[in-house]
């Protein structure tokens, strides 16, 4: 155990299911990473109403709660803001706490749309921005399989990459009488929920593309909701439930467009699917495999081995330091402790910032993490598909 350690205090604004899991990664980090040069102690949290802020403050056991997230913000004692309201929540509190100087851990999408990106970008440039850590809780990132995946990509064990298929499916669209909520609306939708993801761990990955086509689908153009008097009525739905995505190129790359194809899909009428993520990787020299509901392992088949096969790696606690320490090797990893791991290295990059990193921590420590910057990149090119999907063409992706 670090005695030595730098505690942070940090506000939460929201406190929905993703805000609990931020908190989960607070209170388990610890155990995960007890070598953490830098850690956070949640002393504030921010809902919509006074109810849930009570609610809320008994179950972290924080000094405060609020219905004001300009009282985290402003609070000087803070240091660390999490933004885990609904999306079209985010840009208000994002722009507060970057003028305020706090290291910032948002959830993604970063923004709605372009507009907001413009607005975010403009501030991040701003002169004199202080210094600190902004980050987006792409949690994929934080399974292992997927680093072990980046670096055979890295060492050219695929060889070059001709094709990919990467695939989000869900099935909370399918029961037409499912309520409406925040993510039926503008703010919402498949492309920024799932799609961010996507996009996300391809440029991660593989890189984002030259050029792509998008076509989308709603499932329902209505769904119940209550009026102001307590009457169920039909509220219209705005965003798409459906999303597929045909790629061409590589952003940046001068070869021929057509030596690198791939598709992405982001589904939430999957009937019977829970939290399914497909992977697969394909270059000329060997393929990658990767499913969510089976995430302990990594398939990689080579071209290269004596006895060509799928070979099966068993990833699980496998993780960078400080990561590893706990529980062992050998156990599975699931969704949570994803977002734990994206927790970790998000103060991980803190405490190399404020030179907080041991020797040994530095020469082991490999940052994952995405910033804002990165956050934009794939926000860029969440617009692109929405673009592309109105147009029903071709666009180029121009970041």
Not at 173 to 201: E, M, Q, Y
Not at 228 to 251: M, Q
């Amino acid at each position: 155990m670090n005695e030595l350690r730098k505690t942070l205090n940090v506000g939460l604004i929201g406190f929905g299911m993703i805000g609990k899991v931020h908190a989960f990664g607070y209170a388990t980090a610890p155990f995960y990473a007890p070598e953490l040069p830098v850690v956070g102690k949640v002393v504030a949290v921010a809902t919509s109403r006074p109810e849930t802020a009570r609610d809320a403050q008994r179950a972290l056991n924080c000094e405060r709660a609020t219905t004001d997230y300009r009282e985290i913000v402003d609070d000087p004692a803070i240091e660390v803001v999490h933004i885990c309201t609904p999306n079209g929540e985010h840009l208000p509190a994002l722009l507060a706490a970057l003028a305020a100087g706090k290291h910032v851990y948002c959830e993604k999408p970063l923004v709605v749309d372009g507009d907001e990106a413009r607005k975010l970008e403009a501030a991040l440039n701003a002169p004199n921005l202080p210094n600190r850590v902004r980050r987006v809780a792409f949690h994929l990132r934080g399974f292992v399989a997927i680093r072990r995946a980046k670096e055979l990509i890295a060492q050219g064990k695929l060889g070059k990459i001709r094709q990919y298929r990467i695939g989000y499916y869900h099935s909370s669209s399918i029961d037409p009488n499912a309520p409406f909520r925040w993510k039926h609306d503008v703010s919402g939708g498949v492309i920024l929920d799932l799609g961010s993801h996507l996009l996300d761990l391809l440029d991660f990955l593989v890189g984002l593309p030259n050029a792509l086509v998008a076509q989308t689908t709603q499932a329902y153009a209505t769904r119940p909701a209550r009026d102001e008097s307590g009457a169920v009525v039909d509220k219209p739905t705005r965003v798409e439930d459906y999303v597929s995505i045909l790629t061409r190129g590589s952003l940046g790359a001068h070869d021929d467009p057509c030596a690198l194809v791939g598709s992405l899909e982001a589904t939430k009428l999957s009937t019977g699917a829970e939290d399914e993520l497909q992977l697969e990787i394909n270059g000329d020299r060997g393929a990658l495999r990767f499913a969510l509901m089976n995430s302990h392992y990594l398939d990689f088949y080579s071209l290269d081995d004596p006895t060509p096969g799928w070979k099966r790696i068993p990833c699980g606690a496998r993780y960078d330091a400080p990561e590893s320490q706990f529980p062992s090797a050998k156990s599975t990893t699931g969704w949570a402790r994803a977002h734990v791991a994206s927790l970790v290295s998000f103060y991980m990059a803190i405490a190399r910032q404020l030179g907080a990193l041991t020797r040994d921590l530095e020469l082991d420590y490999k940052d994952y993490g995405a910033d804002f910057h990165q956050a934009l990149r794939v926000q860029r090119a969440l617009e692109i598909v929405k673009e592309s999907a109105q147009e029903r063409r071709w666009r180029q992706v121009e970041l």
